[in-house]
């Protein structure tokens, strides 16, 4: 790898993010240290500040051959919005005007935050577990795949929770 994309994986902007991702994973992780009073608060916090750092990360591009390494398993994603969906309880449900079906349907689409959450802890958490190697070609891919998945799916999904989350806080 030349130097250019060691100095990249190390810059302070991919740090914050790298910072606020774990914030992120580890929060959604440790639901049940949080009551259902200030959960949503602290998440709909940790939310924008990782879409803040996400939306200004400089681009990269892929330099080995092939996919990152998938982490995530089934059952981890499952604890985690299974997780949030018990804490939120009926607040977790939501009409989403934002999904592509929405213009085919006569019917509101009811999307859930847990789901929402749990589709961006994914992808942040095999982001991480990927830059815990050291080794800077599958840290920067990792970074590029992260970031190829927020501009694809996570992004609108964690703007589509906050928005629920926003309309929660406001409620309490």
């Given amino acids: 790898m030349d130097k250019s994309h060691t100095t990249f994986v190390y810059s302070q ?3 914050d993010f790298v910072t606020i991702g774990a914030q992120f994973c580890l929060f959604l992780e440790r639901f049940s240290e949080y009551d259902k009073n200030s959960f949503p608060k602290m998440l709909l916090s940790l939310c924008a500040r990782l879409y803040a750092c996400s939306c200004t990360l400089p681009l990269t591009e892929p330099v080995l051959e092939g996919e990152s390494q998938r982490f995530v398993s089934e059952e981890e994603y499952d604890y985690v919005r299974s997780g949030v969906a018990q804490i939120l309880g009926n607040d977790d449900a939501y009409i989403d005007v ?3 079906d929405m213009r085919y349907s006569d019917v509101p689409i009811t999307a859930y935050i847990s789901e929402n959450m749990a589709d961006v802890y994914q992808e942040l958490k095999n982001m991480l577990m990927n830059y815990q190697t050291e080794v800077e070609e599958v840290m920067n891919d990792a970074l590029y795949e992260c970031m190829e998945a927020y ?3 996570w992004g609108q ?3 589509n929770g906050m928005r629920a989350l926003h309309v929660i806080d406001m409620q309490k």
């Fill in 151 to 153: 501009k694809e799916h």
């Fill in 98 to 100: 934002f999904v592509e």
């Fill in 13 to 15: 902007q991919i740090i």
């Fill in 157 to 159: 999904k964690l703007l």
